[in-house]
């Protein structure tokens, strides 16, 4: 999970040698992701009059109360299209994702396009995850400098994992076992600030 900091880092460190002229560069934050206690910063770059590329990164190392973990990191790279202005109005756009996790001891009983959550009430998992997917959204012009973005992709993601029997047990249930997932990959409510 460490990883997942150096490449925020880089991120971070790599605004410093663009010159911005005229919203050429977006830094922002995903809400959604700031409620569920995930660190987590977005990049956009401007590519050419409607092309940009955004680049995002997650990561939650906590380890929850009643022993439950929601531990990942995540990078999420995506291709956008804007049919207007860049940074304003529709878009469309593809993108990759990829991460590590250590998840379990939620309760929940959610089952969900082929993919039962539910087991992460009494098992942990840990792995790797990689895919790809599609998006829609649209950015609200707030003010000079400020946006607010909303974004929703579909697509595939591929995972390898071990399986514990419970979220604190070292004992494994499966090992290097896999799953297909097919579905949403990218929920957003972005806060946006051009240069």
Same mark, same amino acid.
């Given at each position: 999970?460490?990883?997942?900091?150096? %490449?925020? &880092?880089?991120?971070?460190?790599?605004?410093? @040698?663009?010159?911005?002229?005229?919203?050429? @560069?977006?830094?922002?934050?995903?809400?959604?992701?700031?409620?569920?206690?995930?660190?987590?910063?977005?990049?956009?770059?401007?590519?050419?009059?409607? %092309?940009?590329?955004?680049?995002?990164?997650? *990561?939650? $190392?906590?380890?929850?109360?009643?022993?439950?973990?929601?531990?990942?990191?995540?990078?999420?790279?995506?291709?956008?299209?804007?049919?207007?202005?860049?940074?304003?109005?529709?878009?469309?756009?593809?993108?990759?994702?990829?991460?590590?996790?250590?998840?379990?001891?939620?309760?929940?009983?959610?089952?969900?396009? $082929?993919?039962?959550?539910?087991?992460?009430?009494?098992?942990? *998992?840990?792995?790797?995850?990689?895919?790809?997917?599609?998006?829609?959204?649209?950015? %609200?012009?707030?003010?000079?400098?400020?946006?607010?973005? &909303?974004?929703?992709?579909?697509?595939?993601?591929?995972?390898?994992?071990?399986?514990?029997?419970?979220?604190?047990?070292?004992?494994?249930?499966?090992?290097?076992?896999?799953?297909?997932?097919?579905?949403?990959?990218? &929920?957003?409510?972005?806060?946006? *600030?051009?240069?």
């Amino acid at each position: 999970m460490v990883g997942g900091l150096k %490449w925020v &880092a880089l991120i971070c460190t790599g605004l410093c @040698v663009f010159e911005a002229h005229g919203q050429n @560069v977006a830094l922002k934050t995903n809400m959604l992701y700031d409620v569920a206690a995930n660190i987590n910063i977005g990049v956009e770059f401007g590519l050419a009059p409607r %092309w940009t590329l955004d680049v995002s990164a997650d *990561y939650n $190392g906590w380890t929850l109360s009643r022993d439950r973990r929601w531990k990942h990191w995540f990078l999420q790279p995506e291709a956008r299209y804007w049919f207007c202005d860049r940074f304003a109005g529709h878009f469309v756009g593809a993108h990759l994702l990829g991460g590590q996790y250590n998840i379990g001891g939620l309760k929940n009983g959610i089952s969900f396009l $082929g993919s039962d959550l539910s087991k992460l009430s009494k098992r942990r *998992y840990q792995g790797w995850f990689a895919g790809l997917g599609a998006a829609y959204g649209y950015a %609200w012009i707030l003010g000079k400098h400020w946006n607010l973005e &909303a974004e929703l992709g579909i697509g595939w993601i591929y995972t390898r994992y071990d399986s514990y029997p419970c979220a604190s047990c070292g004992k494994k249930l499966e090992e290097d076992a896999s799953h297909h997932y097919v579905g949403p990959t990218k &929920a957003a409510i972005n806060l946006v *600030y051009t240069f």
